[in-house]
């Protein structure tokens, strides 16, 4: 060791440094390390105080050389030296830094990273709110959003105005194409925090965007009434997995009007999307039932004999009268019900060909259920899923944790 490291003689002198107006000694002065070993094993270290100074020095003198260094001191291992270069990146008014470092410090950081966010909600510059929703999306490690993410931006956001939300969401609404995993799902949970100013963004993306699968995904987690119609049509989507994403979102939502297009979407070829639109009816539950029901009744009602008619409907009350007697649907699922009616409605087709005469009326079928005096009403034109002609003729695919053959059912 150095006689001068070991006296202490080449501690740099930050005040005679500052004084000359000696750039390059205060960038040096702020990479100072002065290890000490402690008598209790640890070590301790002495130079942050140094670092610390050269840091705040460098603030007053400013540069390109001194902008570098204080960005680089955000990093630093002690945390007296990170608030230093924070408070000096406030008196300069750079939001740009300090958005990167409330984006990449850690609560286990110390006060770094409440020093960031105090610093930013002060300045409060137009466009703070963008830059620090870029940099939590960009960062270099695999974090996902956490709740102190949430509230930085959330009190950024309100203290700049509702004018950022539109320029943040759009930014967001492209990151969701990112080749990168991590980066890509940080902005869907981004987006969904921006909810609802983010929804009809989302329902655009949906419809015509290059990321149609994350905004159905988004949609869902949001829960907003408005996506319902893009949604469901989501569900003839040329992809699959986009498919299954509105599946599963129509089942967050949970808005009775999607029962029968996800009855549809059952009948899909692909069996990831009838899992998740068998799912979707369970997370429904009793609405589902009813909706669902009366679509399966409905061609049967039209086109069978008067006395399987009426055996059907007797079947149906009694069905109905069983499963909301009973605790079966007490989770929420509805899929009992549909798996009794199949067995019944599997025998009624039998009779279908001798009883159908001419097409089915265009006429909306209305069907009353006698033990709970509800009316349903619903349209012959509803939307089908993505599906050939061939699948059209396919017989019903029952929700994927149910589903099982027309054979199997009747052989119970």
């Known amino acids: 060791m150095k006689l001068a490291r070991l006296f202490g003689v080449d501690k740099p002198n930050v005040k005679s440094l500052a004084k000359e107006g000696d750039i390059e000694g205060l960038v040096e002065a702020a990479r100072y390390r002065d290890v000490v070993r402690r008598v209790?094993?640890?070590?301790?270290?002495?130079?942050?105080?140094?670092?610390?100074?050269?840091?705040?020095?460098?603030?007053?003198?400013?540069?390109?050389?001194?902008?570098?260094?204080l960005i680089r001191a955000l990093g630093d291992p002690a945390d007296r030296v990170r608030c230093a270069a924070i408070v000096a990146l406030h008196d300069r008014g750079d939001d740009a830094s300090l958005a990167m470092a409330a984006a990449h410090l850690r609560e286990e950081d110390g006060q770094a990273l409440p020093a960031a966010f105090r610093a930013l909600l002060e300045l409060q510059k137009p466009g703070s709110t963008g830059r620090l929703v870029m940099a939590i999306v960009h960062r270099g490690d695999v974090r996902p959003v956490n709740e102190t993410d949430g509230a930085i931006v959330r009190?950024?956001?309100?203290?700049?105005?509702?004018?950022?939300?539109?320029?943040?969401?759009?930014?967001?609404?492209?990151?969701?194409?990112?080749?990168?995993?991590?980066?890509?799902?940080?902005?869907e949970d981004l987006l969904e925090l921006l909810a609802p100013e983010s929804v009809d963004a989302l329902i655009r993306e949906l419809s015509f965007g290059l990321a149609p699968a994350r905004a159905a995904a988004v949609l869902g987690r949001v829960k907003d009434a408005r996506g319902l119609d893009s949604l469901v049509g989501g569900l003839r989507h040329d992809d699959p997995q986009v498919r299954a994403e509105c599946c599963s979102a129509l089942g967050e939502l949970r808005d009775p009007a999607a029962s029968e297009p996800l009855l549809a979407?059952?009948?899909?070829?692909?069996?990831?999307?009838?899992?998740?639109?068998?799912?979707?009816?369970?997370?429904?539950?009793?609405?589902?039932?009813?909706?669902?029901?009366?679509?399966?009744?409905?061609?049967?009602?039209?086109?069978?004999?008067?006395?399987?008619?009426?055996?059907?409907?007797?079947?149906?009350?009694?069905?109905?009268?069983?499963?909301?007697?009973?605790?079966?649907?007490?989770?929420?699922?509805?899929?009992?019900?549909?798996?009794?009616?199949?067995?019944?409605?599997?025998?009624?087709?039998?009779?279908?060909?001798?009883?159908?005469?001419e097409e089915p009326s265009p006429a909306r079928a209305v069907s009353t259920h006698h033990a709970t005096g509800v009316e349903i009403?619903?349209?012959?034109?509803?939307?089908?899923?993505?599906?050939?002609?061939?699948?059209?003729?396919?017989?019903?695919?029952?929700?994927?944790?149910?589903?099982?053959?027309?054979?199997?059912?009747?052989?119970?």
């Open 40 to 69: 209790d094993g640890r070590s301790s270290d002495a130079g942050a105080a140094v670092r610390e100074a050269a840091v705040l020095a460098l603030a007053k003198i400013g540069g390109d050389r001194a902008d570098e260094t």
């Open 155 to 187: 009190a950024l956001r309100e203290s700049e105005g509702p004018e950022c939300d539109m320029d943040v969401v759009e930014l967001l609404v492209s990151t969701l194409t990112d080749e990168r995993e991590d980066v890509a799902e940080r902005a």
């Open 265 to 357: 979407a059952t009948r899909d070829q692909e069996h990831v999307v009838r899992a998740a639109a068998g799912a979707a009816l369970d997370r429904i539950g009793t609405a589902a039932i009813a909706v669902g029901v009366a679509a399966l009744l409905r061609p049967l009602l039209e086109t069978s004999p008067a006395h399987s008619r009426q055996e059907l409907a007797a079947h149906t009350v009694a069905a109905l009268q069983s499963e909301t007697a009973g605790d079966a649907n007490a989770d929420g699922q509805g899929s009992t019900l549909l798996r009794r009616l199949a067995r019944f409605i599997d025998r009624v087709e039998d009779s279908r060909g001798r009883g159908r005469e």
């Open 377 to 412: 009403a619903l349209s012959h034109d509803a939307r089908r899923p993505h599906t050939s002609t061939a699948d059209a003729a396919a017989p019903v695919a029952w929700p994927s944790s149910h589903r099982r053959s027309s054979a199997s059912l009747n052989g119970r």
